[in-house]
Nanobody
């Protein structure tokens, strides 16, 4: 099993920045892809960005150019740098991990709240 713990959420003004972190522990040797998702009240959970073990990334159109996903060399931490935040980015952000594509949601973190408001 893999355990995921997110951190870094909080309250930020529009146009501001936040950096989310997710640390994985457990049987991480079989983790191939890690991702960030978000869910706003009344909305479906949506995929924000993903990163594969080899470094390939993908970002949702709504965040492309503003958010950047990255990981550390040990492949046990994933980050989401969020710049130029908008009120519509307000959501609970979840980290996930999976053993292969497209199975990116085998394991989930508890979520961290991001609120963008003036």
């Amino acid at each position: 099993q893999v355990q995921l713990v997110e951190s870094g959420g909080g309250l930020v003004q529009p146009g501001g920045s936040l950096r989310l972190s997710c640390e994985a522990s457990g049987t991480i040797y079989n983790v191939y892809v890690m991702a960030w998702h978000r869910q706003a009240p009344g909305n479906q959970r949506e995929l924000v960005a993903s990163i594969q073990r080899g470094g390939s990334t993908d970002h949702a159109g709504s965040v492309k150019g503003r958010f950047t996903i990255s990981k550390n060399g040990a492949n046990n931490k994933v980050y989401l740098q969020m710049n130029n935040l908008r009120p519509e980015d307000t959501a609970v952000y979840y980290c996930s991990a999976g053993p292969s594509m497209p199975n990116i949601g085998r394991y989930w973190g508890q979520g961290t709240q991001v609120t963008v408001s003036s």
